[in-house]
């Protein structure tokens, strides 16, 4: 990778960052097994600094069974009350159950989310590709055909 373009790829990670780490809640986006979209409202934690994100769900629902099924999914971030743009990452969803994992994440909220820890579960979102729209860094979605930048991230077998 040439230098102007290793920087674009770094001024991108750091415009998506920032748009991901303004936000508590992002949009899961699975494919169910009619390959219908199926999307959920999340609180993520704050992307790793591959932008790994992790995200903790109760093992028995539906999207759980889809990425069993299905595991490429997207997370969606926006800040729409200030207009500033929105990050898709796309990726490879990884269930992990482990307790080590999960105790080294433990938010309050679980005690009450999930009083049986048998049923707690984290998706471990291996990102693959980055869309981003952040006017204030200048990343911004083409004049004509309104595509919005985009960059490819090594996949794990890559790095």
């Known amino acids: 990778m040439n230098e102007s373009i290793d920087a674009r790829h770094e001024a991108a990670i750091a415009a998506a960052r920032e748009i991901m780490g303004l936000q508590k809640y992002c949009a899961l986006i699975t494919v169910d ?17 591959d932008l790994t994100v992790w995200i903790a769900t109760n093992s ?33 969803a990884v ?20 009083p049986d820890w048998n049923y707690l579960i984290l998706i471990k979102v ?15 979605n083409a004049d004509v055909t309104w595509e919005i930048p985009m960059i490819e991230l090594k996949k794990p077998e890559e790095a």
């Open 60 to 92: 028995r629902c539906r999207k759980v069974q889809e990425i069993r099924d299905h595991s490429q999914v997207s997370l969606y971030y926006a800040d729409h009350s200030n207009a500033s743009g929105y990050v898709v990452l796309t990726g490879q």
């Open 33 to 49: 097994a009619a390959g219908q979209p199926q999307i959920r409202t999340m609180n993520p934690f704050p992307p790793e600094e």
């Open 95 to 114: 269930l992990v159950d482990e307790m080590d994992e999960k105790l080294k994440r433990k938010r309050d909220y679980w005690d009450q989310s999930f």
């Open 126 to 140: 291996v990102p693959e590709k980055l869309e981003v729209l952040n006017y204030e860094r200048g990343f911004l």
